[in-house]
């Protein structure tokens, strides 16, 4: 289990782990995330890793995107609304996603990057 | 254009589950036909975004996929046809107008500004996701009684 006491989520063909790691947390997703409604399973967890790492002042949390084959555009729409809670947030309060994504996949080369134009400075591409 | 050197043809009823081996169906034809992965990936992408507005939007029991390799030129062209409601037609003719205009990057961070805030449970990210990651030409036709083809060429 993780700081944030987050269960894992496994539905349809993907399987999501939040685990510690050395900077905070990292959110770790496997398998395809193309389901007709994403948010049912991602907004729930956004949210918890959101209220966690603002209410324990976690500084980054990285989502690990390397096993991901898949992502459709509904996905990117929660991963969107994830990143736009941080601009609410006062200075203080604020954290760092970084993205780690694989370049040999190519959805991934295309589209994470997108999501560093939403809020500057929120979002870091790795 | 020329005529394709392949083509696959594919009709289903519109049901979820039957999109994502559509999706992987195209990309394999695509990656044979034209031996390059990354072109397959993205209009894999792109046709699985047109097949899922299409069943989640349809009116009809049918939806109908064409998607056309041209090996000498390297073009794809992809085509999604479903039947909307009159209202649903109307919709994505509006959508189709706002997203093509102006540049795609800013189109596309612009929908999914939107999509965040959006609580009518549609994302209405996918024509802009498909503009900006592969550079298609999209068109759109819509006929008097609602059918709807979106058509993605990609060079």
Redesign the interface.
Known sequence: MNKLNIEPVHQDKVKIDVVDNAEGLMAKFVGDIDMEDPSIVLDPLFEKIHQGMVAKKIPFVVADFNGLTFLNSSGIKAIAKWIMKLAMLPPDQKYQIRIAHNKAITWQVTSLPTLTFLVPGAVKVE | MSKPDGYIEIRFGPR?KY??PA?VFIQNFIAIALSD??KA??IA?AT??LL?NAV?YGASEDTHCIVQAFPETGVIQASVTNHATEQGAREVQALYNKIMSGDP?EA??VQ??E????TD?K?Q??LA?IR??TSADVKLDVTPDHKVTITIIVK
Do not use: P, V
């Open positions: 979820w999109i994502s999706r992965q990354a990936d993205a992408m699985s975004e899922e989640k990057l596309y961070i999914m500004r999509a965040a805030t959006r449970g994302s990210l996918g996701r900006y990651e």
